[in-house]
C-alpha cells in the first residue's frame, strides 16, 4: 500500500498567491569513483547489479522547508532537494504520517514527473515510508494541509536513493 497515491495537481502550480520561492537542500554528492570500485569487486562475487546509493540525511517539516499560509486558508510547506550528476532522487522516511485532509506531493524540476497526492490513506502502523526515484539531480516535495488540521504531519526523510546509472 505505500505507493497508493490520489493523484492531482500540487497547488503551487495553480494558485498565483503561492510565491516561486522556497528553501532548497544541496546535497553533497557521493564518491562515485569509490563507489562504482565497490561495485567492480562486488560484480566479481556475483552480487546484485546496484544502480543506487543511500545517502543519510535528516530531513523533516521541523527542521527544513519553507512555510507559506495560504489567503483563503491552510498552508503549504515546500522544500526542493538537489544532488548534482543524480539521474534520479528517491526517499525513504523514518516517521511518515499525513493528517486527515492534507496532501503530500513529489515532483522533479521540469514537472514532468508527478507523484502524489500521498494522503492519510498512506499512514501505517510502524510510520515508515518510501517513494520511488524523481527522475533528474532535484526534487520538490510540497505538502498541503487544511486549515484546523489537528494533527501535526510527519514527513521525517532519513535517506536518499542517489540513482547514478539506469537498469
Not at 526542493?80 to 504520517?97: D, M, S
Not at 490513506?121 to 488540521?149: C, H, M, R, V
Amino acid at each position: 500500500l505505500a505507493q497508493i497515491s490520489q493523484k492531482g495537481t500540487p497547488l503551487s502550480f495553480t494558485n498565483k498567491h503561492i510565491d516561486s520561492y522556497y528553501a532548497t537542500i544541496d546535497l553533497a554528492k557521493p564518491d562515485l569513483y569509490k563507489i562504482r570500485k565497490q561495485d567492480s569487486l562486488n560484480s566479481a562475487k556475483d552480487k546484485p547489479y546496484r544502480v543506487s546509493v543511500l545517502i543519510p540525511v535528516n530531513i523533516n517539516t521541523e527542521n527544513s522547508g519553507t512555510w507559506t499560509k495560504l489567503p483563503e486558508g491552510g498552508k503549504i510547506w515546500r522544500l526542493k532537494i538537489k544532488c548534482n550528476g543524480a539521474l534520479a532522487l528517491g526517499l525513504y522516511y523514518n516517521n511518515f504520517f499525513m493528517p486527515t485532509g492534507s496532501k503530500l506531493f513529489l515532483y522533479n524540476d521540469a514537472k514532468t514527473q508527478i507523484i502524489g497526492a500521498f494522503t492519510g490513506e498512506n499512514n501505517n502502523k510502524n510510520n515508515l515510508f518510501a517513494t520511488e526515484l524523481i527522475q533528474g539531480d532535484a526534487l520538490s516535495l510540497e505538502y498541503y494541509e487544511p486549515e484546523n488540521t489537528i494533527s501535526k504531519p510527519k514527513i521525517f526523510i532519513s535517506d536518499i536513493s542517489y540513482a547514478y546509472r539506469s537498469v
